[in-house]
């Protein structure tokens, strides 16, 4: 017998079977809750349980701890329940959601953008366009039946997309970049399930954005500023993208050309271990905390993170305890990898 989930202050309420994580019952009730990397890992699903039992899942003490549960926190993309629940959660506007669906892809380009780096597009079923929000991003299923995750770097569109565009960092001895670097052909198919997470850009809000990308995380970035460029969204954006190298920031000339047409934007490249081959004249140093640098209170903003874990997790710990930042104005996606998840 299902358990009836109700979630708190909205009051929804939906049907989760045994056995199933409270969020992804959630979701597929038409529901939208944050989540990123359904891992039990990022604790962007960290909600509390108010009222019944769950079992939490396999999850590491360092990402959920004894304390955590005792004050009744739990990772609703781990936990299952026991009995029926009543749960409080940042919940989002269910009409911001987009229902994912599984579709087969066929790669149509790829570019090398660095050594290390390579573009991608995909070419999605053309029957029916497919729709997603600036910032989400997908998974490849792959034939070991685990799968990887790549956020979507295109913008969408209301009719929906038959196109999409990712980046794509190689990480030797890794199984699906290793393919990607090495024996992946023009028209090759991969399954896709599209779109997932909830880094998106939240448009209802008014308030000045700082961006931070390190590496590809540069991927969603890059959707959220052409979205809000193309819907003529005039709120500040600060974009700090960091990398070790110049050749890590491998669509640089991009970036600079937003700021130098748009006003409202300013771009800060930062590196980390620029090199006399790198020519750098710019800022130098974690790029975390060179928009720590220049928001010493972020109070009065919104933070959207991508990339390296290291970064999201230290931008959210310092701008949250350092600078002022409300914790729900912070937006992210960690690019965790097999590695991290094990
Ligand atoms: C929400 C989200 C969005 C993402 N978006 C992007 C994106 O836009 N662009 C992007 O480049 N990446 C992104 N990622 C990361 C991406 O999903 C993959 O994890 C990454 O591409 C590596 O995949 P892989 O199969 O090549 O490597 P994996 O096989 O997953 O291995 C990763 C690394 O770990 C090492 N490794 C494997 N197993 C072990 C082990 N047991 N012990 C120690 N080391 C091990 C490998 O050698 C390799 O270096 C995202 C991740 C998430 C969660
Ligand atoms: S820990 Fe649940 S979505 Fe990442």
Redesign the pocket.
């Known amino acids: 017998m299902d358990y009836t989930i109700t979630l708190q202050p909205s009051g929804h309420a939906y049907a989760c079977p045994p056995g199933t994580p409270v969020l992804k019952a959630g979701l597929d009730n038409g529901l939208f809750m944050p989540y990123?990397?359904?891992?039990g890992?990022?604790r962007t699903c960290r909600a509390t349980i108010v009222e019944g039992r769950v079992d939490y899942g396999d999850v590491h003490p360092s990402c959920l701890d004894e304390d955590d549960k005792r004050q009744g926190y739990a990772l609703l993309c781990k936990a299952t329940p026991l009995t029926d629940l009543v749960v409080q959660v940042n919940e989002l506007d269910p009409s911001d959601a987009i229902r994912s669906k599984y579709m087969p892809a066929r790669v149509l380009k790829m570019e090398r953008a660095a050594d290390d780096?390579m573009i991608v597009t995909l070419g999605l079923p053309m029957n029916e366009p497919t729709l997603f929000r600036a910032g989400q991003?997908l998974?490849?299923l792959?034939q070991d039946g685990?799968?990887?995750?790549?956020?979507?770097?295109s913008v969408p569109d209301n009719e929906g997309v038959r196109q999409v565009e990712?980046?794509?960092?190689?990480?030797?001895?890794?199984?699906?970049?290793?393919?990607?670097f090495g024996a992946m052909k023009l028209r090759e198919i991969h399954k896709l399930e599209i779109p997932?997470?909830s880094?998106f850009l939240r448009e209802q809000s008014d308030k000045p954005m700082i961006m931070l990308a390190s590496?590809?995380?540069f991927?969603?970035i890059k959707s959220l500023i052409e979205h809000a460029l193309a819907r003529g969204i005039r709120r500040p954006i600060t974009l700090y993208w960091g990398g070790r190298k110049r050749t890590d920031l491998y669509l640089h000339d991009l970036a600079q050309s937003w700021a130098d047409r748009h006003g409202h934007v300013r771009f800060v490249p930062v590196l980390s271990e620029p090199t006399p081959a790198c020519a750098w004249t710019g800022r130098t140093g974690y790029v975390h905390l060179a928009a720590m640098e220049d928001f010493p209170d972020m109070s009065g903003h919104q933070v959207y993170a991508?990339?390296a874990p290291v970064v999201v997790d230290a931008a959210r710990r310092d701008y949250v305890a350092r600078c002022g930042l409300p914790e729900d104005e912070f937006f992210a996606?960690?690019?965790?990898?097999?590695?991290?998840?094990?």
Do not use: E, N, Q
């Open positions: 990123s990397c359904r891992s890992i990022c780096v991003y998974d490849i792959l685990t799968r990887r995750s790549y956020s979507i770097a990712l980046h794509m960092r190689h990480l030797p001895g890794g199984r699906f970049t290793d393919h990607v997932l997470g880094f590496g590809t995380g991927a969603p991508c990339g996606d960690a690019f965790l990898t097999a590695a991290d998840k094990r």
